[in-house]
């Protein structure tokens, strides 16, 4: 069972993101709350497998509480997907510098924000299809995010997580990647657990973010392509 909780300061967005989660077998509700102090603090307690969380709240924001949920304070993180009605860059850009594991915009088909919580649960990012292009290109230009930078990670990374980090970059998700190496889920895990630190960063997303800036992979249209 999926342990879900839900923060959003609009009381019709909660109670329809409730209704829609709990409907499912495989997820449960197990907190909601009105803005990000009360969000923390229940997620802090209540330990749910994925926090939703809006970005805009009053109190805290919904970045902040994401940056507290995969900080050193949570241990171990909690995994958070963002949902907002806001596709302005800087908002996804602080998402993802937070370690958000998922950004999605709340006009979303329904069926992609249950598999977005399944995929968050599951450990696997998820990134709204209609910003992913622009987002990584944007990263790329901006050259935000960089802890580490290629020439230093080739000197970190054994070959196998440099393939692990190829495929994480080309979406696939753990299973995928299992499937294309010939190996247990369970060794691209930990493959990922040792890779993430020695990138310098805390989510799958920042880490494909990671490689694109670093020109491990590029972005087509990106500025010098």
């Known amino acids: 069972m999926i342990r879900v909780l839900i923060a959003d300061d609009q009381a019709l967005v909660r109670a329809g993101l409730a209704a829609l989660l709990g409907s499912e077998p495989d997820i449960e509700v ?3 709350a009105s803005d990000g102090t009360e969000a923390l ?10 926090a939703c969380l809006d970005i805009r709240m009053p109190g805290m924001d919904g970045i902040e509480v994401a940056r507290a949920l995969s900080g050193t304070d949570t241990d171990p993180p909690i995994p958070v997907l ?4 806001f596709d302005l860059d800087d908002y996804v850009f602080g998402a993802l510098e937070a370690g958000a594991a998922g950004f999605l915009l709340k006009d979303a088909d329904p069926d992609v924000i249950i598999r977005a919580v399944r995929q968050v649960a599951a450990g696997n990012g998820t990134l709204d299809q209609a910003l992913t292009r622009r987002v990584l290109r944007e990263f790329v230009d901006r050259r935000r995010l960089q802890p580490v930078t290629g020439a230093r990670a080739d000197g970190l990374l054994t070959a196998r997580e440099r393939e692990v980090l190829l495929l994480l970059a080309e979406g696939m998700s753990n299973e995928e990647i299992a499937a294309a190496l010939v190996v247990e889920v369970s060794t691209v895990k930990s493959h990922l657990a040792r890779m ?8 799958r997303l920042q880490a494909v973010v990671w490689a694109y800036q670093n020109r491990i992979v590029n972005v087509p249209g990106a500025t010098g392509d």
Do not use: E, F, N, W
Request: proline content about 8%.
């Open 30 to 32: 197990v907190g909601i």
């Open 41 to 50: 603090a229940l997620a802090r307690t209540l330990r749910p497998d994925v």
């Open 82 to 85: 963002m949902l907002t009605t």
């Open 196 to 203: 993430l630190p020695k990138l310098g960063v805390r989510s």
